[in-house]
């Protein structure tokens, strides 16, 4: 194989990897990073580690089973939402995990996805984490754009 040939095929799963992922404008990501919480509603960010392993993987988010979109590394999700019980998934061809949330009213919450390898395609895992670990790992993470678009 020709190595021009060689480097096309190395470099095709993360351009196709990339393809279902909308980031925000800056302006948004940075407003995000403020952290601020209606009083009304609760905040719920879900951000993927920026690691290198399985990096090529899209993993599918799902909120209430209704899809929200794809994840890269190093990016997150900002969900306004209205106090109530919440489903969040992810998943690839080979796993998926879910967190369930009783999100409150001027609270924030945060979930941690990453990608491990799998035989195929790239394992998921979904969890809860604190606000500090979360506020702490999201910084220099880039917002997406959800298709899931929470009721007013």
């Known amino acids: ?10 470099a095709l799963p993360l351009v196709v990897g990339c393809a279902g992922t909308s980031k925000a404008p800056a302006e948004d990501t940075e407003a995000a990073m403020t952290f601020k919480v ?8 879900l951000y993927r580690l920026g690691r ?13 089973s209704l899809e929200a979109g794809g994840t890269g590394p190093g990016t997150f999700f900002r969900w306004e939402l209205k106090p109530g019980t919440y ?18 009213a001027g609270k924030l919450y945060f979930i941690e996805q ?23 790992n999201i910084q220099g993470m880039k917002m997406l754009v959800s298709a899931y678009v929470p009721e007013e």
């Open 1 to 10: 194989m020709s190595r021009t040939l060689f480097l096309i095929m190395l």
């Open 38 to 45: 209606p009083d009304d509603k609760g905040v719920v960010y």
């Open 52 to 64: 290198a392993v399985a990096a090529a993987n899209v993993s599918i988010v799902k909120v209430n």
């Open 87 to 104: 489903s969040f998934s992810a998943s690839t061809s080979e796993s998926s995990k879910t967190v369930q949330l009783q999100v409150e």
């Open 114 to 136: 990453n990608i491990r390898l799998g035989l195929s395609e790239g394992r998921v895992q979904l969890k809860e984490v604190d606000e500090k670990t979360g506020k702490k």
